[in-house]
């Protein structure tokens, strides 16, 4: 079994830096891709930035030169750094965990169960 904790977001303002983390435990011997993605009111959750497990990163273009992913592979943990803050970056972000093998015939995603961010206008 997989357990994956959020920590992070709350509060911003327009301008300002939120960083959120999340953690994947259990019996996982590795992890294809680790990611946020986010969702707004009425709208789909879409994707806004992933790592893979040699440090590729990938970004949605609109965070692309303000936020920034990180991950430890050891500790199974991801990060975003989120700089610039704008209103249209509320949202409630999630974290997700791709291609997580626990056993030889066991791979499956897990996701967080969300943090909100609020950058009022």
């Known amino acids: 079994q997989v357990q994956v904790v959020e920590f992070g977001g709350g509060l911003g303002q327009s301008g300002g830096s939120l960083r959120l983390s999340c953690t994947a435990s259990?019996?996982?011997?590795?992890?294809?891709?680790m990611g946020w993605y986010r969702q707004s009111p009425g709208q789909q959750r879409d994707i806004v930035a992933t790592?893979?497990?040699?440090?590729?990163?990938n970004y949605v273009n609109s965070v692309k030169g303000r936020f920034d992913i990180s991950g430890e592979n050891a500790k199974n943990t991801v990060y975003l750094q989120m700089d610039s803050l704008k209103p249209e970056d509320t949202a409630v972000y999630y974290c997700?965990?791709?291609?997580?093998?626990?056993?030889?015939?066991?791979?499956?995603?897990?996701w967080g169960k969300g943090a909100l961010v609020t950058v009022p206008s």
């Open positions: 259990g019996r996982i011997c590795r992890i294809g891709k």
């Open positions: 790592i893979t497990w040699d440090g590729t990163t």
């Open positions: 997700n965990f791709a291609r997580v093998q626990t056993t030889v015939l066991n791979v499956a995603d897990y």
